[in-house]
């Protein structure tokens, strides 16, 4: 029989090990390493833990490297044969994200020669990062620069003044309901945007939210948002 003397500092760390540590082949392992600093039999301890011959690894292992020897998890993962074409397939996928697994499948199967189940695809794509995005839209016209330029030169000395009652803010704007691209989900390293047309005018409201107090003031047609439906707005406001 192997024996062992355990500090009382690596009984505290085995017992804690035991409970805490992340892999369960760790655990295991502490659990054995507890149970014979506790004076426990080789054979009691294999019916605790439900390890066999695999104690005596475990102990030799203590005494040669210690509790952090024990942390060690070294042992064989099989690869799948797509990993060796790991950079081919996310850089074609980079820039044609495909629509559905079944999509991935027939491309990897072109771009490799290797055929995978929907289920191994769906892993693999996951595994380099991929997953299902719902595809998201940018307004044709919008520039971030000049933006970021309003905010801070304009609308933010607007708003102080706002809070200290000398000026009043409405922040307004009109939603227009009209025909835009389907925004389906496509399997994608990044959520993808994509421009909507102008499309047909259905059914307008103009929206004016003030800007300290939150009350929103609305006015709707199916006709346009103009010069005049914009003063409707404003007479509702004053």
């Known amino acids: 029989m192997i024996k062992i003397e355990f500090t009382e500092e690596d009984m505290k760390a085995l017992d804690y090990e035991r409970y805490h540590h992340p892999h369960p082949r760790v655990q295991r392992r502490m659990e054995a390493l507890w149970l014979k600093s506790q004076n426990v039999s080789h054979k009691q301890i294999r019916k605790f833990t439900g390890i066999s011959s695999n104690t005596h690894c475990y102990l030799r292992k203590y005494l040669e ?10 042992f064989y993962q099989p690869q799948s044969e797509l990993r060796q074409h790991t950079t081919t397939i996310e850089a074609y996928f980079r820039e044609h994200p495909p629509a559905s ?6 491309k990897i199967e072109e771009l490799t020669e290797i055929k995978r189940s929907e289920n191994r695809v ?3 794509l ?26 801070k030169e304009e609308l933010e000395p607007r708003l102080k003044e706002a ?25 994608s390293f990044k959520r993808l945007f994509i421009k909507a047309p102008a499309g047909r005018k259905r059914f307008n409201v103009l929206g004016a939210l003030n800007a300290v107090t939150h009350e929103l003031i609305t006015v709707t047609n199916d006709t346009y948002i103009n010069a005049q439906s914009f003063c409707e707005n404003l007479f509702i406001i004053f």
């Open 65 to 74: 490297y210690g509790i952090e020897g024990l942390k060690e998890v070294n």
């Open 122 to 124: 769906r892993e693999f």
């Open 163 to 187: 809070m200290s009652d000398k000026r009043v803010v409405f922040f307004v704007d009109a939603a227009h309901f009209v025909l835009a691209p389907f925004l389906g989900i496509l399997w």
């Open 101 to 106: 697994v079944k999509e991935a499948m027939a």
């Open 126 to 151: 996951k595994s380099i990062g991929m997953a299902p995005r719902k595809a998201g839209m940018i307004p044709a016209k919008a520039d971030l620069d000049k933006q970021e330029q309003f905010i």
